[in-house]
T-cell receptor, first 113, second 113 residues
Framework: EAQVTQNPRYLITVTGKKLTVTCSQN?????MSWYRQDPGLGLRQIYY???????DKGDVPEGYKVSRKEKRNFPLILESPSPNQTSLYFC????????????FGPGTRLTVT | AQSVTQLDSQVPVFEEAPVELRCNYS??????LFWYVQYPNQGLQLLLK??????LVKGINGFEAEFNKSQTSFHLRKPSVHISDTAEYFC???????????FGRGTSLIVHP
């Protein structure tokens, strides 16, 4: 089954404790992306990657890091989480091309206390 | 740069009534347009998309959208909604030549019995 998986689905942590949210896709997609969703603000892009070893900042990259060492994986790293990073996070992937839609993971709800 | 405006943050409606969710976009070039749906506690999934050709696009679950180039709009409609249509709906645009999408802030459709 074609899918994007994220782990963990729920995470409660404390300020400053490094964490990683994993994202994996099995569709051989070149493009992967991370979004955060907050009430009233919709989806905001954090980082994206056009292919292996190619990453770029989205609209809200501060406080986040990513890596793309393999085509299927695109982890999101919060090296020193803060309460304002409490949010719902989505990973997405798509093949590159005109008019192509994205496939989204189920989301990771992160709470930073 | 492209942008998307969803004019209503919340749309309450009674079951079996018609509904229209509004989306306007801004771009200096031709665009591709998408509607995604997010059911409670799930990721986003594609509802429908416009690439070219007929301006009326039909999607899943009885939804349709009409592309209006002169008004730069891509409104989503359904003639008779069900309780199960209660969800968050996102409009998205990507420009031809750059497939990175921009999302609107979302419209929460609330269907009452």
């Amino acid at each position: 089954e074609a899918q994007v998986t994220q782990n963990p689905r729920y995470l409660i942590t404390v300020t400053g404790k490094k964490l990683t949210v994993t994202c994996s896709q099995n569709m051989n997609h070149e493009y992967m992306s991370w979004y955060r969703q907050d009430p009233g603000l919709g989806l905001r892009q954090i980082y994206y990657s056009m292919n292996v070893e190619v990453t770029d900042k989205g609209d809200v990259p501060e406080g986040y890091k990513v890596s793309r060492k393999e085509k299927r994986n695109f982890p999101l790293i919060l090296e020193s989480p803060s309460p304002n990073q409490t949010s719902l996070y989505f990973c997405a992937s798509m093949r590159t091309g005109p008019g192509v839609e994205q496939y989204f993971g189920p989301g990771t709800r992160l709470t930073v206390t | 740069a492209q942008s998307v405006t969803q004019l209503d943050s919340q749309v309450p409606v009674f079951e079996e009534a018609p509904v229209e969710l509004r989306c306007n976009y801004s771009s200096s070039v031709s665009v591709y347009l998408f509607w995604y749906v997010q059911y409670p506690n799930q990721g986003l999934q594609l509802l429908l998309k416009y690439l070219s050709g007929s301006t009326l696009v039909k999607g899943i679950n009885g939804f349709e959208a009409e592309f209006n180039k002169s008004q730069t709009s891509f409104h989503l409609r359904k003639p008779s909604v069900h309780i199960s249509d209660t969800a968050e709906y996102f409009c998205a645009v990507s420009e031809q030549g750059s497939y990175i999408p921009t999302f609107g802030r979302g419209t929460s459709l609330i269907v009452h019995p």
